[in-house]
């Protein structure tokens, strides 16, 4: 017998593969087995990507906080400058949405890191859960 290996099936639970007979339970334990390969696969390849871009965006950091607390300090101080020398409130409204829109940035960078973050973290008083 040729193919002695295999167990031996009743003929309507056979299914033909590569000119061997092989029970249907085998092949969906095959196709159960492979699924869950790639399924794990997926994953491992989506913790990798995960880990490159955390570490992408963190080693970024140091330069998104230098420009945006350089934008919010600084628009703060000309608020205040520009009240003091020329109270015009369409030219305050400028200033004080451009240093709030500096602080914003720098706290939603923040929490854009702690979301992807892959392992819990710190930053600056704000956790990951």
């Given at each position: 017998m040729k193919n002695n290996h295999l167990r031996v099936v009743a003929a309507n639970d056979?299914?033909?593969?590569?000119?061997?007979?092989?029970?249907?339970?085998?092949?969906?334990?095959?196709?159960?087995?492979?699924?869950q390969l790639a399924g794990t696969m997926a994953k491992g390849?989506?913790?990798?990507?995960?880990?490159?871009?955390?570490?992408?965006?963190m080693w970024l950091r140091i330069l998104v906080r230098v420009?945006?607390?350089?934008?919010?300090?600084l628009g703060l101080l000309a608020l205040v400058l520009?009240?003091?020398?020329?109270?015009?409130w369409a030219l305050m409204?400028?200033?004080?949405?451009?240093?709030f829109c500096g602080f914003l940035a720098g706290w939603l960078y923040?929490?854009?890191?702690?979301?992807?973050s892959p392992e819990p973290m710190m930053l600056d008083g704000r956790a990951t859960e």
């Open positions: 056979a299914v033909p593969v590569g000119g061997a007979l092989v029970s249907r339970d085998d092949v969906k334990r095959a196709l159960h087995t492979g699924g390849s989506f913790t990798a990507i995960r880990y490159a871009v955390f570490y992408m965006l420009v945006t607390s350089a934008c919010a300090g520009a009240a003091v020398f020329k109270p015009e409204w400028k200033i004080a949405s451009f240093s923040d929490g854009l890191l702690l979301w992807i």
